[in-house]
């Protein structure tokens, strides 16, 4: 199909501002359009090759008409941006100007990954008719618990520095374009961008000068540590009634947001506004991060050539998906399961009618030593049966020594950084429990919702506490596979704070996303605990205070307990899937 292709168009909001996209639509005849709504520079989307999100070439081809616009505020667009505050209402006006377009034949999809797939949701909240589908990649509907804070709520320091450092740059540059002096900031930014490791460094954190200083909404973001009003504005977990288009949910299980992917489509199949949306949603998780590559390929760890988005057909998934909602094709999904997951450790592709799988096996494996648990090298043993003796672990949390991210689902998406990463020298600290069962005579599948549950107290009123599920291989290698961290003053929600009594034991429960990993024969599985994760995330300084205004010399170490026994059973919960039957 032939198309014609518009650059810069206007596209009016209801507030008269106006919105820059390029599009591109049939030359005779109407069509499906398809929109993608970007806070990144439309007129780099054609090269940008997000191995998650499909190929325009393919699109146009498959006969649909393709929006792509920036978001309010950014590059061609006019007003200004702050992340999320117009996206719902600037969503449902293009939805709305491409129906009346007269080369749409009035039906929408949505795709994208990210912010992308963050304005689908803020789009399809409205109701707005002509949306018929949204495809959105490893993206959240809940901007607090992914990804400006953690689900424990920590600040994700790292990508939070980095993300605004960019956005910030990318708005001087846009003013510098439209005539204004702002070359010496952008000059600034772009210097802190390119040493962006630099800012997790600064101390206090509200006050890293670049971003405090050119930053339009840091402030606001350093002062809700909380999940308050100032966040449920954003969450559009309580919308998802008003949802009527089904969605593709794609995610990777070492993506920043695949906790947050996972819950959306559990909680859309149980609460969208229509059954049809409701029976619609559609999930699929790779061995991918948060970055471009979409392969699968790591430095300590490849899954193999059929990791691969390319490969496995996430486009023709893409084109499928559309006809069925757009264009009605209601064979267009015939023989596609609604869940497609990628279960590491065997390194394949298995379909699955429902997540969780109905047939999970919710098995506790509880912590057990003898005191000496510090260090892969250590006592600390994983047991499905619960011990008779009681017992405890100790070590010192210092947030000036915090335990280095090494690996999981993080921003930036560099080697060493994100996804699969040995833990042997993370491992070695003293600062750093591991728990691990025996070598295993038969293989363990571990598919669904991870979390630990522990048994804590502290020399502190407020600390933190980190778990990691590692897979152990044979030569010692040790892969991490999830993660969580909980701030002990978060411990009954995150919108509420409550310090701890030094010295008084508390039950905590860590949420560590999930996986799909076969641990094979002679194996281990093993969870490593500790206090931090930097600078993945923020570091708790232990006093209770505002962490965000607190600098270097008022953080103080904490004497962190672990216990388990019968009174104090700390346990990491699996959910484990049995189908030896079955074959």
Request: glycine content about 10%.
């Amino acid at each position: 199909m032939q198309h014609l292709y518009g650059i810069d168009v206007r596209v009016p909001m209801r507030d008269g501002v106006a919105l820059a996209a390029n599009v591109w639509h049939p030359v005779e005849g109407k069509a499906p359009a398809l929109l993608v709504r970007l806070p990144y520079g439309k007129d780099v989307t054609m090269g940008v090759g997000h191995a998650l999100m499909p190929d325009i070439p393919a699109l146009l081809e498959a006969g649909y008409a393709l929006v792509v616009q920036d978001c309010r505020g950014t590059h061609r667009s006019e007003g200004e941006f702050v992340p999320h505050m117009a996206d719902r209402n600037d969503g449902e006006d293009t939805v709305t100007w491409i129906t009346e377009q007269p080369w749409s034949d009035g039906t929408v999809g949505m795709y994208g990954g990210s912010y992308l797939g963050m304005v689908q949701w803020e789009t399809a909240v409205t109701g707005v008719p002509g949306l018929k589908a949204i495809a959105p990649a490893v993206t959240s509907i809940d901007n607090y618990e992914a990804p400006w804070y953690g689900a424990g709520g920590a600040l994700s320091l790292s990508l939070v520095t980095l993300w605004n450092a960019m956005m910030y740059a990318a708005d001087a540059q846009r003013s510098l374009a439209l005539g204004e002096d702002t070359l010496p900031q952008l000059q600034e930014l772009g210097q802190a961008v390119l040493s962006h490791e630099s800012l997790n460094e600064v101390l206090p954190t509200a006050e890293v000068p670049v971003l405090k200083e050119y930053g339009k909404w840091w402030d606001d973001w350093m002062a809700h540590p909380s999940h308050d009003g100032y966040w449920d504005a954003m969450e559009l977990t309580p919308e998802l009634k008003n949802v009527t288009a089904p969605a593709l949910n794609i995610g990777g299980w070492y993506d920043l947001y695949i906790g947050q992917t996972l819950r959306t489509y559990t909680t859309a199949r149980q609460k969208a506004g229509s059954a049809q949306a409701r029976e619609g949603q559609r999930l699929i998780i790779g061995p991918w991060d948060h970055g471009l590559a979409g392969d699968g390929v790591y430095r300590d760890r490849s899954f193999g050539p059929l990791a691969s988005a390319r490969l496995m057909g996430l486009t023709n998934l893409h084109v499928k998906f559309f006809d069925r909602w757009l264009r009605g094709d209601t064979t267009a999904l015939d023989g596609l399961a609604p869940v497609k997951i990628f279960v590491m450790g065997i390194d394949q592709w298995r379909d699955e009618q429902e997540w969780p799988l109905p047939d999970t096996q919710w098995t506790d494996y509880h912590l057990t030593s003898t005191g000496h648990a510090n260090t892969a090298d250590g006592d600390g043993v994983l047991t499905t049966q619960a011990p008779t003796d009681a017992g405890h672990e100790t070590y010192l949390y210092d947030p000036r020594r915090p335990v280095p991210s090494a690996g999981g689902a993080s921003m930036p998406t560099t080697p060493g950084f994100c996804g699969p990463v040995d833990q042997r020298t993370v491992a070695a600290r003293e600062d750093v429990l591991c728990f691990a069962t025996p070598a295993l005579d038969e293989a363990v599948e571990v598919t669904g919702p991870v979390s630990l549950t522990l048994y804590v107290s502290s020399s502190a009123v407020d600390t933190d506490f980190t778990a990691k599920l590692v897979d152990v291989f044979p030569d010692g290698k040790a892969i991490n596979l999830c993660d969580g961290i909980l701030r002990t003053r978060y411990r009954g929600g995150l919108a509420t704070e409550e310090l701890m009594e030094p010295g008084t034991v508390y039950e905590i429960t860590i949420d560590m996303t999930g996986t799909s990993n076969v641990f094979l024969p002679g194996h281990r599985i093993r969870v490593d605990v500790s206090s931090s994760n930097f600078p993945r995330y923020d570091r708790n300084t232990n006093t209770g205070g505002v962490i965000a205004h607190e600098s270097e010399e008022q953080m103080i170490p904490a004497i962190n307990h672990i216990h388990h026994g019968p009174t104090h059973p700390s346990r990491l919960v699996l959910p484990v899937i049995d189908r030896r039957d079955q074959q």
